[in-house]
T-cell receptor
Framework: DAGVTQSPTHLIKTRGQQVTLRCSPK?????VSWYQQALGQGPQFIFQ???????QRGNFPDRFSGHQFPNYSSELNVNALLLGDSALYLC?????????FGSGTRLTVV | GNSVTQMEGPVTLSEEAFLTINCTYT??????LFWYVQYPGEGLQLLLK?????DKGSNKGFEATYRKETTSFHLEKGSVQVSDSAVYFC????????????FGQGTILTVHP
């Protein structure tokens, strides 16, 4: 049974560019959450999607947006990248509260 | 707001030593509590959890007890192994089943042979 799959694994972007990260949830999971983990820090909640709607949002600017598709997969989009957006982006899927994390996408902004 | 505070690391131990990593949480509502482990270059793996006061979560020799009176969820292991070297995160889940996870800052554990 495949767990949570994220792509790409690594990504290098230039300041001001836009990026899209992708997440396929664990089979049977209908909720997807995104977290940002800066180097040496704990993950910070960005937002959560359920039934193709954003259900909760953390303290992140509007440059961070997302989408959930009918098959429950999800995308995280970040516009106008800043150096400070460099981090590991983790996707977690869940069904009734049991969270499974992917291995993450390492984004480097130069 | 909700928060989780972990003891500052890094923690360095010899193999077979006793491990304690302290974690305290804000007492708002009735959170579920978790310990996650992150190995180098990987995502987070759930290590153990507890959903109500006095519950004890356990897995792979690790244990943690949900203490409401001290708002704590300390991680313990009686005899650590080199393979336990990783970063450990304490986390709380808000009052709803779909709530967000709030993480501590993480504690780096290094175990030497």
């Amino acid at each position: 049974d495949a767990g949570v799959t994220q792509s790409p694994t690594h990504l290098i972007k230039t300041r001001g560019q836009q990026v899209t990260l992708r997440c396929s949830p664990k089979s049977g999971h209908d909720t997807v959450s995104w977290y940002q983990q800066a180097l040496g820090q704990g993950p910070q909640f960005i937002f959560q999607y359920y039934e193709e709607e954003e259900r909760q949002r953390g303290n992140f600017p509007d440059r961070f947006s997302g989408h959930q598709f009918p098959n429950y997969s999800s995308e995280l989009n970040v516009n106008a990248l800043l150096l400070g957006d460099s981090a590991l982006y983790l996707c977690a899927s869940s069904l009734t509260g049991g969270y499974t994390f992917g291995s993450g996408t390492r984004l480097t902004v130069v | 707001g909700n928060s989780v505070t972990q003891m500052e690391g890094p923690v360095t131990l010899s193999e077979e030593a006793f491990l304690t990593i302290n974690c305290t949480y804000t007492a708002t509502g009735y959170p579920s509590l978790f310990w996650y482990v992150q190995y180098p270059g990987e995502g987070l793996q759930l290590l153990l959890k507890a959903t109500k006061a006095d519950d004890k979560g356990s897995n792979k020799g690790f244990e943690a007890t949900y203490r409401k009176e001290t708002t704590s969820f300390h991680l313990e292991k009686g005899s650590v192994q080199v393979s336990d070297s990783a970063v450990y995160f304490c986390a709380r889940l808000g009052g709803t089943s779909y709530g967000k996870l709030t993480f501590g800052q993480g504690t780096i554990l290094t175990v030497h042979p």
